[in-house]
């Protein structure tokens, strides 16, 4: 929420979701709006979700991408009822990497963050996130579609971001086999991330 009583409220860890799924965007993109991948992806759980309640000669190829008016309006619920919130979450990672390392920034993603943050033997992505909590004014339909600022973090929110922990390269993994975790490498396949801010 927004800071004016010296109350943060942070959310991290591993979100099992990417820059550009539905559930990272319904959380820091409002109002959120579900179209492109977000929305095929939707439209693909909703067809798996009606599948299983179906006879076997009833079911539909999941790859069928149009969706029943019923199923059109569960997305348009799912959009209102994030909307609706009065919260939002920032990554600390989005509004700050560009500047920590430019060439690592926004890869696969229109957020700014980081290429990933899991290196897995069978996948490689971005998982992981230190957000900040924040209010967010249902009525201010242009409120953060773009990516937050450093800036507006620290006017807003009364945090500083100091200094963020770079994360490795592609190249920097080293050959393949290069799944993580390894013996004198990584001691996960969720590499370390952080975040050193000051609390004003």
Request: a negative charge.
């Amino acid at each position: 929420m927004d800071n004016g009583k010296g109350f943060y409220t942070f959310f991290a860890g591993d979100m099992n979701t990417e820059p550009f799924d539905y559930p990272y965007l319904s959380i820091t993109a409002k109002p959120i709006h579900y179209q492109g991948k977000s929305h095929e992806d939707l439209m693909r759980s909703i067809i798996h979700l009606d599948n299983r309640c179906k006879a076997d000669d009833e079911k539909r190829n999941e790859d069928e991408l149009d969706c029943s008016d019923d199923q059109l309006n569960i997305i348009k619920q799912l959009e209102n009822a994030h909307n609706s919130l009065n919260m939002r979450a920032i990554s600390l990672y989005s509004i700050g990497y560009k500047q920590v390392h430019p060439e690592n920034s926004g890869i696969g993603n229109d957020r700014n963050e980081p290429e990933f943050s899991n290196w897995a033997h069978s996948w490689r992505g971005l998982l992981d996130y230190i957000f900040v909590i924040s209010s967010w004014d249902v009525s201010n339909e242009d409120h953060s579609k773009c990516v937050d600022s450093i800036e507006d973090v620290e006017n807003h929110q009364n945090i500083k971001l100091i200094s963020l922990l770079r994360m490795p390269t592609r190249k920097e993994m080293g050959p393949e086999p290069s799944g993580q975790p390894r013996i004198g490498q990584y001691p996960s396949d969720h590499l370390c991330m952080m975040a050193k801010i000051q609390l004003l």
